[in-house]
């Protein structure tokens, strides 16, 4: 595993993929991925709720599903299958971090957009 951060890949995302990642980072450290995309937002309604951010307007199931595509063409999430099935097969997609959850909560604690969250997922 490399530094994501070294040149601000992940400072630089946009809000909903930052919030989708520390979604992922949140629901690994629970052993609840792999995650499908309704996990996932889910998770992020969740954490904003509880960290009293007002961002769900920015989270809607096509924001969510774009940001796991991009992530996963970056190389940031993987798609994870059952053996023997196809990612085309029945069902939805279910992806994890490419990463260890650190290397995601550690720089985003320090975007201000993301950073209470970012917090609330590392003191958890």
């Not at 199931?61 to 940001?67: L, T």
């Not at 595509?69 to 099935?85: I, P």
């Amino acid at each position: 595993v490399y530094p994501f951060d070294m040149d601000g890949q992940l400072t630089s995302r946009s809000l909903s993929g930052q919030i989708v990642l520390l979604c992922l980072a949140d629901l690994e450290d629970t052993e609840s991925t792999p995650a499908h995309s309704g996990e996932v937002i889910r998770e992020s309604r969740d954490l904003l709720e509880t960290n009293e951010r007002d961002l769900l307007d920015s989270l809607s199931e096509a924001a969510v599903s774009r940001a796991l595509n991009r992530l996963e063409a970056d190389g940031f999430v993987e798609m994870s299958t059952r053996s023997g099935t196809s990612p085309t097969g029945k069902g939805r997609p279910k992806y994890t971090l490419a990463v260890d959850p650190s290397d995601v909560v550690e720089p985003l604690a320090g975007d201000t957009d993301v950073a209470p969250i970012a917090e609330y997922i590392r003191s958890d």
